[in-house]
């Protein structure tokens, strides 16, 4: 199994620019979590979907921030206008109902510098 | 306002010896907990969990105890290894299921020294 794939592994971007943030889950998980890391606040929850279907989105910081989930097995999360105070590293994690231990699995994660 | 806490950012271990991680919760709702490990340029990786409903578990040489009624929960690693030099989260869930989010302390940066 390959995992959770995300891509880029890292991205430099300019203030004002669109950033879109991709994510593979596993397959035959129906869970999906994007997470993000700042030194600050650690890792934070921004937005999970269960069957595609966003669940609750109530930690994406602002309307410049969206998510989708068009099928089962990709994501995206987009940042426009990007600013430097989203500089982060940004997780996507996918899991499943059943899971023996109710953990997630992670992505490698997506390192954003906005300048 | 922080719903899970890792008081402790660092701690230093001599290889052998023993590593207890801390982690305080707040919100009396969750009843399950996990352990997360991090490497650098990795994402976290689950290390083992625990249900409310018990007090201890244990997987090798990591063992999880939790205190429901103080809300508190530690790991220990018995022995520590060079190789566990990484970042240690604490989460929570309040629900027992794998479709309910995480809540995740700040982590606490292990390193063991051989």
């Known amino acids: 199994d390959a995992g959770v794939i995300q891509s880029p592994r890292h991205e430099v971007t300019e203030m004002g620019q669109e950033v879109t943030l991709r994510c593979k889950p596993i397959s035959g998980h129906n869970s999906l979590f994007w997470y993000r890391q700042t030194m600050m606040r650690g890792l934070e929850l921004l937005i999970y979907f269960n069957n595609n279907v966003p669940i609750d989105d109530s930690g994406m910081p602002e309307d410049r921030f969206s998510a989708k989930m068009p099928n089962a097995s990709f994501s995206t999360l987009k940042i426009q206008p990007s600013e430097p105070r989203d500089s982060a590293v940004y997780f996507c994690?996918?899991?499943?109902?059943?899971?023996?231990?109710?953990?997630?699995?992670f992505g490698p994660g997506t390192r954003l510098t906005v300048l | 306002d922080q719903q899970v806490k890792q008081n402790s950012p660092s701690l230093s271990v001599q290889e052998g010896r023993i590593s207890i991680l801390n982690c305080d919760y707040t919100?009396?709702?969750?009843?399950?907990f996990l352990w997360y490990k991090k490497y650098p340029a990795e994402g976290p990786t689950f290390l083992i969990s625990i249900s409310s409903i018990k007090d201890k578990n244990e997987d090798g040489r990591f063992t999880v105890f939790l205190n429901k009624s103080a809300k508190h929960l530690s790991l220990h690693i018995v022995p520590s290894q060079p190789g566990d030099s990484a970042v240690f989260f604490c989460a929570a869930s309040a629900q027992n299921s794998g479709n309910t989010p995480l809540v995740f302390g700040k982590g606490t940066r292990l390193s063991v020294i051989a």
């Open positions: 919100n009396s709702m969750f009843d399950y």
């Open positions: 994690a996918s899991s499943q109902r059943t899971s023996a231990h109710n953990e997630q699995f």
